[in-house]
């Protein structure tokens, strides 16, 4: 049965809480480069929504959004987040993707000045005004999350990690997630060594044999099967795709894209994942740069259109992935937030009572993304 998530609560955290409050499987009814050959094997048996479902959707979403001239995009992941539970959810949170969940991890990498967030215009939310390497004012969408969960924020980022602090941090979770990186294993590079998704999986496979080999294989099942594995990633491989020209065919560029994260999603079940919080992609076309691409491009404001368009349309495709692979992976549960209708409805509604009534009372929680 599906979970629909209401209007005003996270799309991410609130789908996500619900995965662990019910037993049954929940989810949202809402590049070049992916890999080898090898994960053309996950094209097959996809199912993919009709050009119909596809069309209704874009009128839905099909944005009066290029008519705004916002400076910045709000993603309105736990954007009126309830107050975290009393208790944790959640024995462990594992993050995985890129920017918009990254805590840290690129401060500790090869990379150019544009893909790090360890300097002062970030964190001047954070405690102190400390930038700690998100890309953000403040917290992030996996602190958010883990709020929700119970716990004060995001685990820590694994490259922060020494030998001693991995052993106590590894039972309550860790955060692989590297600013620029994507789904493809070359995304991002311009920028430097950033972490793509294959090695995020590798680092966390090498966390899972540490555990076994201090607590025995049965316990780590047993941990990781109730924790909960948060996946932000995508837009990268997306934009990329966009800046290329793309091939042509876009809907073979969001087959591989499907393709990609079932075969990680499918790798981290394969290593004693069961619960999983997927982010979808938010409209990436009403991004600074994307505004800027459209008035240079042909001299009018507003969102970019045919980027917007992609990132529209990997949603119904990532969801009938996810569907299939819950249907073939026995006790895997997910949530899955539709990220572009949620920041869609905030475009359009940029003032509610809802928002006005929560701010009052402090309650709103806004990440900004800004690329």
Same mark, same amino acid.
């Given at each position: @049965?599906?979970?629909?998530?209401?209007?005003?609560?996270?799309?991410?955290?609130?789908?996500?809480?619900?995965?662990?409050?019910?037993?049954?499987?929940?989810?949202?009814?809402? $590049?070049?480069?992916?890999?080898?050959?090898?994960?053309?094997?996950?094209?097959?048996?996809?199912?993919?929504?009709?050009?119909?479902?596809?069309?209704?959707?874009?009128?839905?979403?099909?944005?009066?959004?290029?008519?705004?001239?916002?400076?910045?995009?709000?993603?309105?992941?736990?954007?009126?987040?309830?107050?975290?539970?009393?208790?944790?959810?959640?024995?462990?949170?594992?993050?995985?993707?890129?920017?918009?969940?990254? *805590?840290?991890?690129?401060?500790?990498?090869?990379?150019?000045?544009?893909?790090?967030?360890?300097?002062?215009?970030?964190?001047?939310?954070?405690?102190?005004?400390?930038?700690?390497?998100? =890309?953000?004012?403040?917290?992030? #969408?996996?602190?958010?999350?883990?709020?929700?969960?119970?716990?004060?924020?995001?685990? /820590?980022?694994?490259?922060?990690?020494?030998?001693?602090?991995?052993?106590?941090?590894?039972?309550?979770?860790?955060? =692989? &997630?590297?600013?620029?990186?994507?789904?493809? %294993?070359?995304?991002?590079?311009? &920028?430097?060594? *950033?972490?793509?998704?294959?090695?995020? *999986?590798?680092?966390?496979?090498?966390?899972?044999?540490? @555990?076994?080999?201090?607590?025995?294989?049965?316990?780590?099942?047993?941990?990781?099967?109730?924790?909960?594995?948060?996946?932000?990633?995508?837009?990268? %491989?997306?934009?990329?795709?966009?800046?290329?020209?793309?091939?042509?065919? %876009?809907?073979?560029?969001?087959?591989?894209?499907?393709?990609?994260?079932?075969?990680?999603?499918?790798?981290?079940?394969? #290593?004693?994942?069961?619960?999983?919080?997927?982010?979808?992609?938010?409209?990436?076309?009403?991004?600074?740069?994307?505004?800027?691409?459209?008035?240079?491009? %042909?001299?009018?404001?507003?969102?970019?259109?045919?980027?917007? $368009?992609?990132?529209?349309?990997?949603? /119904?495709?990532?969801?009938?992935?996810?569907?299939?692979?819950?249907?073939?992976? /026995?006790?895997?549960?997910?949530?899955?937030?539709?990220?572009?209708?949620?920041?869609?409805?905030?475009?359009?509604?940029?003032?509610?009572?809802?928002?006005?009534?929560?701010?009052?009372?402090?309650?709103?929680?806004?990440?900004?993304? @800004?690329?």
């Amino acid at each position: @049965m599906p979970f629909l998530v209401p209007v005003g609560m996270s799309s991410a955290c609130a789908s996500c809480v619900s995965v662990l409050k019910s037993p049954s499987r929940l989810f949202t009814t809402a $590049t070049p480069g992916y890999r080898s050959a090898g994960q053309m094997e996950f094209f097959r048996g996809l199912k993919h929504p009709s050009p119909e479902a596809e069309e209704s959707r874009e009128q839905r979403a099909g944005v009066p959004m290029g008519s705004h001239s916002f400076s910045y995009v709000l993603v309105a992941l736990c954007l009126l987040g309830v107050a975290a539970e009393a208790t944790q959810l959640a024995p462990a949170v594992f993050v995985f993707g890129d920017s918009t969940v990254d *805590v840290g991890n690129n401060n500790y990498l090869n990379i150019t000045k544009q893909a790090r967030a360890n300097y002062p215009k970030h964190g001047v939310d954070f405690t102190g005004s400390t930038p700690t390497g998100r =890309f953000s004012n403040g917290y992030n #969408l996996a602190d958010q999350l883990a709020q929700q969960l119970g716990f004060p924020m995001s685990p /820590p980022a694994y490259l922060s990690l020494t030998a001693k602090t991995i052993v106590s941090q590894m039972y309550k979770g860790i955060n =692989f &997630a590297s600013g620029g990186s994507g789904l493809g %294993d070359k995304t991002g590079q311009g &920028a430097g060594d *950033v972490i793509p998704m294959f090695q995020q *999986v590798q680092y966390f496979s090498k966390v899972v044999a540490m @555990m076994q080999k201090l607590s025995g294989s049965r316990t780590t099942n047993t941990l990781l099967s109730k924790s909960i594995f948060l996946i932000s990633t995508g837009s990268n %491989d997306m934009f990329e795709y966009s800046l290329s020209g793309g091939n042509g065919d %876009d809907r073979e560029f969001l087959l591989g894209f499907a393709a990609a994260y079932r075969s990680y999603v499918r790798a981290l079940y394969r #290593l004693g994942a069961r619960k999983f919080s997927v982010v979808s992609i938010t409209p990436l076309g009403c991004t600074p740069s994307q505004r800027a691409r459209r008035l240079s491009e %042909d001299g009018t404001r507003g969102c970019y259109g045919p980027i917007n $368009t992609l990132s529209l349309r990997s949603y /119904p495709t990532l969801a009938a992935s996810l569907r299939d692979l819950a249907d073939e992976l /026995p006790s895997m549960a997910y949530s899955l937030s539709d990220s572009f209708a949620m920041v869609s409805f905030i475009f359009a509604n940029p003032r509610t009572n809802a928002w006005s009534n929560q701010t009052a009372h402090g309650h709103v929680n806004v990440f900004v993304l @800004m690329v």
